[in-house]
């Protein structure tokens, strides 16, 4: 399983980026693909989740109604769409992708097996 993830950049505060990451390998049957952020000295934080078999999402509270994950080009590709970034936002974004994860643990790193190489998104006033 390969994930790539792509799209990072630099970003006014308020401003949108889309983030993408392309998978190959994975059966999606019964998996999920999450993205993740990392902040320079903070734990590795899940903000969203798409979960293989019937799209359900979840996001954390800190991106939620701002932050949008979803699937195009059939399952192979998995977007986030970052609107009204936050100073905060800046961190390395990483996705992630697993199987027979149950809906508790969508947001903890320790339940993927598979990781993108991560792109910076870096947040400025």
């Known amino acids: 399983v390969q994930l790539q993830a792509s799209g990072g950049g630099l970003v006014q505060a308020g401003g949108s980026l889309r983030l993408s990451c392309a998978v190959s390998?994975?059966?999606?049957?019964?998996?999920?693909i999450a993205w993740f952020r990392q902040a320079p000295g903070k734990e590795r934080e899940g903000i969203a989740c798409?979960?293989?078999?019937?799209?359900?999402?979840v996001y954390s509270d800190s991106v939620k109604g701002r932050f949008t994950i979803f699937r195009d080009n059939g399952p192979n590709t998995v977007y986030l769409e970052m609107n009204n970034l936050k100073l905060e936002g800046t961190a390395v974004y990483y996705c992630?992708?697993?199987?027979?994860?149950?809906?508790?643990?969508?947001?903890?790193?320790?339940?993927?097996?598979?990781w993108g190489q991560g792109t910076q998104v870096t947040v400025s006033s």
């Open positions: 798409i979960v293989s078999d019937n799209d359900d999402t």
């Open positions: 390998g994975l059966t999606f049957g019964n998996s999920a």
């Open positions: 992630a992708a697993g199987s027979g994860i149950i809906l508790s643990s969508v947001r903890s790193a320790t339940a993927y097996a598979y």
